[in-house]
C-alpha cells in the first residue's frame, strides 16, 4: 500500500533562513511524488512534482525538492525564506497508471521576520 | 494553467436541510473529479471518485446516501450533502484531472459549510 508521511507537524524559521520540509513515501514501482501549499481557507495550490529525470526538481515561489530513492525522501527545500511563506504544505504520492494520490499528514511552516 | 472552480465558497445552512456545492473544470474536460474533506489544520480525507458518466465510488465509511455525488458531464460535478448535521460542517474541496493533462489532479479554491 502506498503512504506518505511527514513527520514534522510544525516547522519554525527566521525570514531569511533556509527551510526544509521533510516527506517519506513508501509505495512499490516508482512513485510519482508532488508537494502543494494550502493557505487559510483555500484549495491546495501545486508547487512541483516528480516523475522521473533530474532528482533536483524546481517549481513555483522558489521552492525546489530532492528525489531521493535509496531513502524514499522528498524534502521541500527553500534557499530563503519569506514571512509570506507561511502556510500548510502537504506531500503527496500516487502510482504511475493514475491512481489516487494520498497525501500526508500535511506541516505547518511559520516564518517569522 | 488548468482552473477548477467550486461554489460556494463559504455556506450556511440549517440542521436536516440539504446543501448542494458545485466543482467545476473551467478550461479543460474532468474525465475524474475527487471529492475531498478537511478539518482544521488536518490532511485531506478522500470521500469519493467520480468519473463522468458513471457511478460515483466511496471510500470506506463515507455514506453514499448522505453526501451524493454527480457527474453528469466533463466539467461538472456536484456534491449534496444531505441532511446536513453540525458534524458535517468542514471544508470541502474538489479535484479534477483529465487523461489529456498527464493524470495532474487540480484542485478547486474549497468550501466552507457550516450547519448551525
Known amino acids: 500500500a502506498q503512504s506518505v508521511a511527514q513527520p514534522e507537524d510544525q516547522v519554525n524559521v527566521a525570514e531569511g533562513n533556509p527551510l526544509t520540509v521533510k516527506c517519506t513515501y513508501s509505495v512499490s514501482g516508482n512513485p510519482y511524488l508532488f508537494w502543494y501549499v494550502q493557505y487559510p481557507n483555500r484549495g491546495l495550490q501545486f508547487l512541483l512534482k516528480y516523475i522521473t529525470g533530474d532528482n533536483l526538481v524546481k517549481g513555483s515561489y522558489g521552492f525546489e525538492a530532492e528525489f531521493n530513492k535509496s531513502q524514499t525522501s522528498f524534502h521541500l527545500k527553500k534557499p530563503s525564506a519569506l514571512v509570506s511563506d507561511s502556510a500548510l504544505y502537504f506531500c503527496a504520492v500516487r502510482a504511475p497508471q493514475g491512481g489516487k494520490l494520498i497525501f500526508g499528514q500535511g506541516t505547518e511552516l511559520s516564518v517569522k521576520p | 494553467g488548468a482552473v477548477v472552480s467550486q461554489h460556494p465558497s463559504w455556506v450556511i445552512c440549517k440542521s436536516g436541510t440539504s446543501v448542494k456545492i458545485e466543482c467545476r473544470s473551467l478550461?479543460?474536460?474532468?474525465?475524474?473529479m475527487f471529492w475531498y474533506r478537511q478539518f482544521p489544520k488536518q490532511s485531506l480525507m478522500l470521500m469519493a471518485t467520480?468519473?463522468?458518466?458513471?457511478?460515483?465510488?466511496?471510500e470506506q465509511g463515507v455514506e453514499k446516501d448522505k453526501f451524493l455525488i454527480n457527474h453528469a458531464s466533463l466539467t461538472l460535478s456536484t456534491l449534496t450533502v444531505t441532511s446536513a448535521h453540525p458534524e458535517d460542517s468542514s471544508f470541502y474541496i474538489c479535484s479534477a484531472r483529465d487523461r489529456g493533462l498527464g493524470y495532474e489532479q487540480y484542485f478547486g479554491p474549497g468550501t466552507r459549510l457550516t450547519v448551525t
Open positions: 467520480s468519473n463522468e458518466g458513471s457511478k460515483a465510488t466511496y
Open positions: 478550461d479543460f474536460q474532468a474525465t475524474t
